[in-house]
């Protein structure tokens, strides 16, 4: 095998290997099969591409477009032309898929399942990382930086796992980076020569040269250096990821549901089917209401608006201060009959929440803590920490009365909204369009539609309710469940808003609880079986309404049952007087379910996703300082050549000559090295095969240099002839100034890039790379020639054998 094959090799080798540290972050692992297979196919046309005489940076760039290519055919096939090509709408579906990705990031504590977004965030990464690598190892040749994106794939896997990383895992990574080096020196003493250093100075590293007689002493020290920038980056990226907050950046020991009897169901979509199977109802909430209609109290948590084809999900929108007296409802008309409630409601401390449930719509709340306020969800997102455990707090909210001539003369919805609450994804079969278009035929409204579809799943359509149905909200979940007829008010809410959606109906689905169980002392229990979900669709002049499809939970409002008031005159709103007590935050005794709800397996649990919405109220301190350092070090890595460059000029020409012949070698041939590497890096590179005047004369004339530049290469020179040959170097106190004049000549006759270049990207810095890959082979060879030593004295004092 080849070097370069070599190399590639085991750059896909030390890409997988780092990107096993992810494998705690997600279940179930198997995304890492497919990241494989596309990595060694990334790593496979960038062999191929090298083949061909093309440039450096088209290569890289052919590889980036493979990348894509790839990532077009796993995630979005269908929107991908030809099933291939990346077009604009697969581009799209890509870009959507990454916002997702983020959203789901911030909303699932670890490990998080592998939605379609959290892979692709997972399989690009690895990707990209392993184009880094093999970029900088394979055709860049310079395998030492590669590390670099590795030990980033590293610490974000570290900072988010957590238990942070285990030796194991380190021990991979670390040996797959080990591989790489090892590859690269084996090939990279055929690819440099030395650069021409003449005699040893008697002191090491005369004038800062990157060698001092046989010795590298800059490439270490810049190679310490190296080492101590990436222990800081390994231990500053996991100090400062665990501050943020949110999902998996949260720190897991605050309470999952894990230990510490606490309650926190991160998802709606992946606890809650295991809640329903709970056999203990534990309480969570109590409350006490002045209203009239129990049985219409919901609480909500929030609002799941977002249907991508394979989640329902909510939107990330920003959070504003929690206002005196929360806005009218969006959509309220004012001719709507509504009364105002009031309402006391006390969490238990086991209930940990980052959203506080509330009826829907709420007007005003008085909360203790740091919350904050959703507008379009109309919830309350707890700020910095803050959670519902052992909340109390106090509530006015409308009860909506609308009748069903209201609801069916609404007008259309505004066309923001109606765009927002009406996407669907292109990947939603067939079939759901084709049902709800069946069930709703007839139909002279949407109102009349949104009937049809709620009584289609509670009775007309043979559904029943059973939680021992995989959950699952996407587009393959809804088609088994109208092909089924059998699941849970998962199911139920999201298959009917998804249909809903497909006849124009704005739709969004709500999480939170049914009203609970009646208390002897006259306040109502909200146990764990009382979790719930249901559909809430838009309609002008009314707002959003709640509908109920799913049988034997909850019950159906009174606008939908066939003997609705179609023209009950309306009222204004008129505030219900009646004390509301401060329920008790002790659990109910009344913890046991009814027969017949523990047949269907009605069992809830509170569902709030944590807060993935962005706040205004600012970042910590410490996650400000540590994002800083992560960014400083990211913005100082590309500098590091002009940093190192800077060092060992100034060192070179400011070296003291002293009294001795030996002070003397070392600072002429230092001025030399400095010649050579500063036309080195004006694009002129050095040539170990000529003598010093010939190396003069090149790069006169490669340089265009003017007659008083030429002048002072050629007294450096012969400067250098001088300490070499013969018997008595005399000392020139001008050689740095000489130098000086070299270098103000190059920069005169080269253009504008080759300028910058040299300054910011200076070629001779590739030297660091080849001292230490120089000081990696002497040490094997070193290590070869004792192991074979040792087996040659072992032959010498081998007995011999005396035949029998």
């Known amino acids: 095998m080849s070097g370069r094959g070599r190399l590639t090799l085991y750059g896909v080798a030390a890409t997988l290997l780092a990107a096993c540290s992810l494998l705690p972050l997600v279940e179930p692992a198997a995304w890492i099969l497919p990241a494989a297979i596309l990595l060694a196919v ?112 590293f610490s974000v896997a570290a900072g988010l796992s957590e238990g942070g990383a285990d030796w194991l895992r380190f021990l991979l990574a670390a040996g797959g980076y080990l591989l790489l080096l090892l590859a690269e020196g084996q090939d990279r003493l055929s690819q440099w020569g030395r650069v021409f250093s003449g005699g040893a100075g008697s002191r090491g590293g005369a004038g800062g040269g990157v060698f001092s007689g046989d010795r590298p002493t800059a490439p270490v020290r810049t190679g310490r250096r190296i080492g101590v920038l990436a222990l800081g980056v ?24 894990k230990g510490g009897g606490t309650v926190s169901a991160v998802n709606p979509l992946v606890s809650m089917q295991d809640d329903l199977t709970q056999a203990d109802n534990r309480q969570v909430i109590s409350y006490r209401t002045d209203s009239r209609d129990s049985q219409g109290f919901y ?81 309350l997102v707890g700020d910095r920490g803050e959670t519902t455990g052992g909340a109390q707090y106090r509530v006015s909210s409308l009860v909506v009365r609308p009748t069903a001539g209201q609801l069916a003369a609404a007008g259309v919805a505004p066309p923001a909204l109606r765009q927002e609450y009406t996407r669907l994804p292109r990947s939603l079969p067939k079939v759901v369009h084709e049902t709800a278009a069946k069930v709703a035929k007839g139909a002279d409204n949407d109102y009349e539609r949104a009937v049809k579809l709620q009584d289609f799943f509670a009775s007309a359509g043979g559904f029943a309710y059973d939680t021992s149905v995989d959950s699952g909200t996407g587009s393959t979940a809804i088609v088994r469940f109208l092909k089924d007829k059998r699941g849970f008010c998962v199911h139920f809410s999201f298959t009917m808003a998804a249909m809903a959606r497909t006849l124009g109906i704005p739709a969004r689905v709500a999480v939170g609880f049914t009203p609970g169980t009646p208390q002897p002392d006259g306040s109502m229990s909200v146990g764990l079986r009382d ?145 050579i590497d500063t036309a080195w890096d004006h694009g002129i590179g050095p040539d170990d095969s000529l003598t010093p005047r010939k190396a003069a004369d090149r790069l006169v ?25 013969a018997p008595q170097p005399r000392h020139d106190t001008g050689i740095a100034g000489d130098v000086e004049t070299v270098r103000a000549g190059l920069r005169e006759s080269a253009g504008w890039r080759p300028r910058v270049r040299a300054v910011v990207a200076p070629r001779s810095a590739a030297r660091v790379v080849r001292a230490a890959s120089e000081r990696r082979a002497s040490v094997g060879e070193g290590w070869a020639a004792r192991l074979r030593r040792i087996r040659w004295t072992g032959r010498l004092h081998r007995p011999s054998r005396r035949r029998a």
């Open 531 to 675: 979790a719930h979900a249901w559909p809430e669709l838009y309609f002008e002049g009314i707002g959003w309404t709640r509908f109920e499809p799913t049988p034997t939970r909850g019950t159906a409002p009174s606008y939908t049952l066939p003997d609705a008031p179609s023209s009950e005159a309306s009222a204004p709103a008129v505030p219900e007087s009646g004390p509301s007590a401060v329920p008790s935050a002790e659990p109910s005794v009344a913890d046991d379910c009814p027969a017949p709800m523990r047949k269907q397996g009605e069992c809830g649990s509170s569902t709030a996703p944590g807060a993935a919405v962005a706040t205004d109220s600012g970042t910590p301190p410490g996650t400000v300082l540590g994002l800083a350092a992560i960014v400083l070090v990211v913005l100082g890595l590309p500098v590091l050549p002009l940093i190192w460059r800077l060092r060992v000029r100034r060192r070179r020409l400011g070296f003291s000559a002293g009294r001795t012949p030996a002070d003397t070698t070392a600072r002429t041939l230092a001025a030399w090295r400095e010649v």
């Open 299 to 379: 609480l909500r948590i929030l609002a799941l608006d977002t249907f991508d084809g394979s989640e329902w999900r909510p939107s990330t929108r920003r959070l504003r201060d929690v206002p005196k007296r929360l806005p009218t409802p969006e959509g309220l008309g004012p001719d709507v009959r509504v009364t105002e409630i009031r309402s006391s409601i006390s969490a238990a401390p086991s209930y940990r929440q980052t959203y506080l449930p509330l009826p829907y719509p709420a007007t005003e709340v008085a909360v203790g803590g740091k919350w904050r306020y959703e507008p379009a969800g109309r919830t």
């Open 42 to 153: 990334q790593g496979g046309a960038g062999a191929l591409i090298r083949r061909a005489p093309v440039p450096r940076t088209l290569v890289v760039v052919a590889q980036a477009l493979v990348v894509l290519v790839l990532l077009t055919l796993v995630f979005a096939r269908e929107q991908a032309v030809a099933g291939v090509l990346p077009g604009p709408e697969a581009l799209r579906r890509l870009a959507h898929l990454l916002v997702s990705g983020a959203e789901d990031v911030g909303r699932y504590a670890t490990p998080a399942p592998a939605t379609d977004g959290i892979r692709l965030m997972l399989i690009g990464g690895v990707l990209l990382v392993g184009l880094l690598v093999d970029a900088l190892a394979v055709t860049f040749r310079s395998a030492a930086p590669a590390g670099l994106p590795l030990l980033a794939l």
């Open 234 to 257: 390994s231990l500053a990226v996991p100090a400062a990821l665990p501050a943020l907050d949110g999902g998996l950046l949260t720190d897991a020991r605050s309470g999952n549901g």
């Open 701 to 725: 004339r490669l340089g265009r240099l003017g007659p008083e530049a030429s002048a002072a290469v050629h007294r450096v020179a012969g400067a250098v002839e001088q300490v070499l040959y």
